[in-house]
């Protein structure tokens, strides 16, 4: 067994984590990969929802000002000192360059102070660890819908946690698709959110939206949809008609979740995996949670959701998915960078 291995089963590791890759500054400590003692976010929503969207130069300030405060409150709720944390883990992609950086430079300088190994998490890969903060006994292999701002993947992950690409947006991704249409309806940011909580009192048979022409049989498309819905809600204006903003947000999330969970039953059915774990942003979505229920209880499908507060973007996930490249010693040099594109396959 290597030397870290048997020090990390001798002992409680303990990960100090940052995240900023968009627009939340956050840190946290989880102790063995599972065991949340501290995490906190801050979020920049306030800074950003004058302009209707995140601002990255507003972004990256904000990280800036932020990420020493919350570290230190971070420290005080597990009750540790900076000294006692085993390991420094950063997300270092995909995001907004400049915020991103902010993490990555503070994250550098812990480690490079503390001398503690620093550890470099794909965002994406954090928000798959969610669900093992939420269940600490999911075991691979499963089928994961990652639905954020900024993606929209199914992946199947196997023993080894390691990611096969099924299918992918070809175009918008599901968050950014229901953030915009909530800003047709003048729900403001972030959109998603504001959305689900309209749409649970309309009517989602109110309107027809069509349904998007796929290439791939596991690929999803959400450009078209939107396009049909900002001109379905200009229509209306034009022609006078009553906007029903609640029965739109309605048949939009309907629209959208119907596509991401025949995707995913696609997916289960293809690699006849019997788990499904949804990630990311959007498995919030109180449409999507109920449907992937009921879709996985008809088809004798385990399905794992992440805890609410854990969907959105958060430390403790890239502490979570850090654990197991300590335990591997899979650790970033000081040279590490941002990544704003990165990908997990
Ligand atoms: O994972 P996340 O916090 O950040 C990224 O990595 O992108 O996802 C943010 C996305 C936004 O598009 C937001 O509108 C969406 O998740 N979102 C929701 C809900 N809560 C957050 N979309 C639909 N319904 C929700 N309840
Ligand atoms: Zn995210």
């Given amino acids: ?80 000192a900076l000294a006692e944390v085993d390991a420094i883990a950063v997300t270092c992609g995909p995001g907004l360059v400049g915020a991103l950086l902010v993490g990555v430079a503070y994250a550098k300088g812990l480690a490079l102070a503390l001398n503690k190994p620093l550890i470099a998490v794909n965002h994406i890969e954090g928000h798959i660890y969610a669900n093992v903060l939420t269940y600490p006994h999911l075991a691979p292999p499963f089928v994961c819908l990652v639905v954020s701002g900024g993606h929209s993947h199914l992946l199947a992950v196997d023993e080894r946690y390691q990611y096969i690409l099924l299918g992918c947006t070809q175009d918008d991704a599901a968050g950014e698709a229901m953030d915009k249409a909530a800003r047709v309806l003048g729900l403001g940011y972030p959109g998603g959110p504001k959305l689900d909580a309209l749409a649970q009192q309309g009517d989602e048979r109110a309107y027809s939206l069509p349904k998007p022409k796929i290439e791939g049989p596991l690929d999803f498309s ?124």
């Fill in 1 to 80: 067994m290597p030397e870290h291995e048997t020090a990390a089963a001798s002992k409680n590791v303990r990960i100090l984590a940052v995240e900023s890759s968009c627009d939340e500054t956050a840190c946290a400590v989880v102790e063995n990969g599972r065991r949340i003692l501290a995490n906190a976010v801050y979020s920049q929503i306030d800074l950003h929802a004058a302009y209707g969207g995140v601002v990255p130069e507003i972004a990256s300030r904000a990280h800036i000002e932020k990420i020493d405060v919350l570290t230190a409150h971070a420290l005080a709720q597990a009750g540790l």
């Fill in 222 to 345: 959400f450009s078209g949809l939107k396009t049909a819905f900002i001109n379905l809600v200009h229509t209306l204006q034009q022609r006078g008609e009553t906007v029903k903003q609640a029965d739109l947000a309605a048949c939009f999330r309907r629209a959208v979740v119907d596509q991401l969970l025949s995707g995913a039953m696609r997916a289960l059915q293809v690699t006849g995996l019997t788990k499904l774990v949804l990630a990311g942003g959007v498995a919030a979505n109180s449409l999507l949670r109920q449907e992937a229920q009921k879709a996985c209880a008809a088809r004798g499908i385990d399905l794992y959701l992440p805890e609410i507060a854990l969907c959105g973007d958060n430390a403790a996930m890239i502490a979570a998915a850090a654990y197991p490249k300590y335990l591997r010693g899979d650790f970033a040099q000081l040279d590490l960078n941002a990544y704003p594109s990165l990908r997990i396959v």
